[in-house]
């Protein structure tokens, strides 16, 4: 089956994994909607740079993903998809009894709740359509945990848990739900963090790759976005018709220690 003309929404996607998912479908023939939480001519540049790439349609349409109402506004304002991608995610790392209350909330209403609305906002157009695939980008801490990232562990752990429910709730259905758990991912904000990470150590920039940033994922190299893009792309294709309510790793060995 030919994935050309149908349409993606990418929560999230202005940056990082969610615009590397967007250009790896957008390659496939598959319609883009970008989104972020900013409104910005560079956010619209993208989706028009993607369009003029690969000659899908491509749009940014802004929504807050922390608020339940604007995620299912999303859907609304995209005329429905056939691919969900609920990507968008932020991180706090703190000791539990110095975590800030409110960026509790925030990280488990974006990286959480937010997978709830857009699901529930776009799956009944996925059943109207006979057709659709929900990809949820949970992260090892969805399968295993780190000291000082409760929020983020709980909220990825509850992703695969959610992604789990879906799947039930649809295997007798032509849609499926999965979800892509990366272990460390090259994008521009960790390679950013590379520099201030060398001075830190003293060490060359290979050796704070290898056994600094990837100290826990055994292949010692990091996931690239185009990876992700490709496995996304494998959940959206006929071969995974029977894949669904599970999650693929995708952390160079991390969670197999």
Known sequence: MSLSGKTVIITGSNSGIGLGVARELAKAGINVVLNSYTDTAEDHALAAEIAQETGVTARYIQADMSKGDECRRLIADAGGCDILVNNAGIQHVAPVEEFPAGKWDAIIAINLSSAFHTTAAAITGMREKGWGRIINIASAHGLTASPYKSAYVAAKHGIVGFTKTIGLETAQEPITC?????????????EAQIPDTMKEYDMSREDVIKNVMLERQPSKEFATTEQLGGTALYLCSDA??????????VDGGWTAL
């Open 178 to 190: 999965n979800a892509i758990c990366p272990g460390y991912v090259l994008t521009p904000l960790v």
């Open 240 to 249: 995974a018709a029977q894949v669904t309510g599970t999650t693929i790793s």
